[in-house]
């Protein structure tokens, strides 16, 4: 997979505020805030910045955390999993595997057949709904 590879500047110039600071600099929006924690239109979330297929909407449930919940990624290959161990704690952060965008954080308390939650910000995502 080719990298997409981009200054602050080129990503702000295509990104709003809130989506340049979560996806470039791994803030977190508030819960229960973003566009997409209750959203229940069949199709496909994209990377915000690069356009990648990250998770249907089939792999989405109610987490009840306020933020959109996937127990499974469209391909495994399309997000990397980074050690993060700010504020005070060890977890697990999801990038996109393509142009390195925050995208959140996942955890082993997701439902079958993964057992995983992807918990992800609406900022660092598009929607493309299904025909």
């Given at each position: 997979m080719k990298k997409l590879i981009k200054t602050d500047a080129e990503w702000r110039s295509q990104l709003s505020?809130?989506?340049f600071q979560v996806t470039r600099?791994?803030?977190t929006e508030r819960a229960f805030t973003g566009q997409y924690w209750d959203h229940h239109v069949p199709g496909i979330y994209?990377?915000?910045?690069c356009q990648t297929a990250l998770f249907s909407?089939?792999?989405k449930f109610d987490s009840g955390c306020?933020?959109?919940s996937y127990f499974t990624a469209i391909n495994e290959q399309h997000v990397r999993e980074i050690v993060d161990t700010?504020?005070?704690m060890t977890r697990t952060e999801i990038v996109c595997n393509i142009c390195d965008a925050h995208l959140g954080h996942v955890f082993p308390d997701g439902?079958?057949?993964t057992g995983l939650r992807y918990c992800i910000n609406s900022a660092s995502l598009r929607f493309d709904p299904l025909p």
């Amino acid at each position: 997979m080719k990298k997409l590879i981009k200054t602050d500047a080129e990503w702000r110039s295509q990104l709003s505020e809130m989506e340049f600071q979560v996806t470039r600099h791994a803030a977190t929006e508030r819960a229960f805030t973003g566009q997409y924690w209750d959203h229940h239109v069949p199709g496909i979330y994209t990377c915000v910045c690069c356009q990648t297929a990250l998770f249907s909407s089939d792999a989405k449930f109610d987490s009840g955390c306020g933020w959109p919940s996937y127990f499974t990624a469209i391909n495994e290959q399309h997000v990397r999993e980074i050690v993060d161990t700010s504020h005070g704690m060890t977890r697990t952060e999801i990038v996109c595997n393509i142009c390195d965008a925050h995208l959140g954080h996942v955890f082993p308390d997701g439902p079958a057949p993964t057992g995983l939650r992807y918990c992800i910000n609406s900022a660092s995502l598009r929607f493309d709904p299904l025909p």
